[in-house]
């Protein structure tokens, strides 16, 4: 086992820790914020209920569908060619797609939902 190779986990831990940290500190700075700027409590509950949207779980599984269509086509076209770049290239090409379609499904969902008048989105 070379150097490199021990260094690995040692550094996803630190980075997913970071990611934690700052999460935690922007969640507290936006709330600090809103203090400032004279919300009482219900208005702050209200306000953060309103950013959350209800179509997140439909992007994310969305984006993940395309990355394992991606995946799949990818090892599939390797083996037949034995050509070793069209799993990344799949890979980022279907991701993308898969981002660009959520993006506009979302759209037309929340579109919907405001023409339907559910203020709920």
């Given amino acids: 086992m ?3 190779e021990a260094l690995i986990p040692i550094i996803s831990v630190l980075v ?28 702050m509950m209200e306000f953060l209920k309103s950013k959350k949207s209800p179509y997140t779980l439909l992007k994310i599984g ?25 799993i990344p290239f799949l890979l980022f090409t279907l991701t993308g797609i898969g981002f660009a379609l959520a993006a506009l499904v979302t759209k037309r969902l929340e579109d919907a939902d405001k023409k339907n008048g559910n203020t709920e989105v």
């Fill in 2 to 4: 070379q150097a490199i």
């Fill in 16 to 43: 997913t820790g970071f990611v934690f940290v700052t999460w935690i500190y922007f969640k507290s700075k936006e709330k600090q914020m809103m203090i400032e700027r004279g919300m009482s409590y219900g208005e």
């Fill in 62 to 86: 969305i984006v993940v569908f395309f990355f394992g269509l991606g995946l799949g086509i990818g090892l599939l076209i390797e083996v037949a060619t034995e050509v070793d770049e069209w």
